[in-house]
């Protein structure tokens, strides 16, 4: 599998499997799942995660952003304008250009505001922003996402932190048909299967948090996700065979006795 590399805006990476750093009980439970599960990408909620007071427990004492990329993401934000002002609050402290726009739309089931979206997408790209965007998994609005510069589409499975594995397997399909760029499952994943399902479809690759940070044993997990990603996209590689209503035996009756 080293020759099947990742990339995402020419970053190579080895590992499709990217992880969140929330929901942890601690910092140092949070950095043991993280090393386990392999993963060489770690989300960073901005607005939530704590960088700057060293009074607090900081995130860059538990994982090294040289041996682990930082992906800053703009969860918490419900405008266009707040997600602009936090990403490039976020260049300005760590210099990062590779980023999650995420632009909510209701408090409750924490969907994408696809209008607001695209409008950030836009903004962002035009400033040199490499934008990894989580949206909803609508075809059309995907691909004016990647026509607006998009480095990666990044569309729910089903509700962020529901765990409920992917809803709608047939607009996951439709988009890894359409999409150039990386197509990442974000939120949703509930379970190993779910990351092996999505996989198996061709995603690129697949972002967890709840499923590892809620599980009754976060690092078991951790560990199940890494092998589960490995495991889709082998067989996804594999070539699957075609599906077939009929029985089609494993031996031939040539030769029968």
Sequence with gaps: MKSDIFKIANKKFESRLIVGTGKYKNMKECAKAIKISGAEIVTVAVRRVNILDKSKPILMDYIDPKKIMYLPNTAGCFTSKDALRTLRLAREIGGWKIVKLEVLGDKKNLFPDMIET??????????????????????????RLENSGASAIMPLAAPIGSGLGIQNKTNIKILRY???????????????????????????????NTAIAKAKNPFQMAEAMK??????????????????????????KKGII
């Design 178 to 208: 359409q999409t150039k760029v990386p197509l990442i499952i974000d939120a949703g994943i509930g379970q190993a299967s779910d990351a092996v399902e999505a996989m198996e479809i061709g995603c690129d690759a697949v972002l967890i």
């Design 118 to 143: 695209l409008k950030s997408t836009e903004v962002l790209t035009k400033e040199g922003f490499k934008v990894m965007v989580y949206c909803n998994d609508d075809p059309l609005m995907c691909k």
């Design 227 to 252: 092998y589960a990603v490995i495991s889709g996209r082998k067989s996804f590689l594999s070539g699957r065979i075609a599906p077939n209503l009929q029985g089609s035996p494993s031996t031939t």
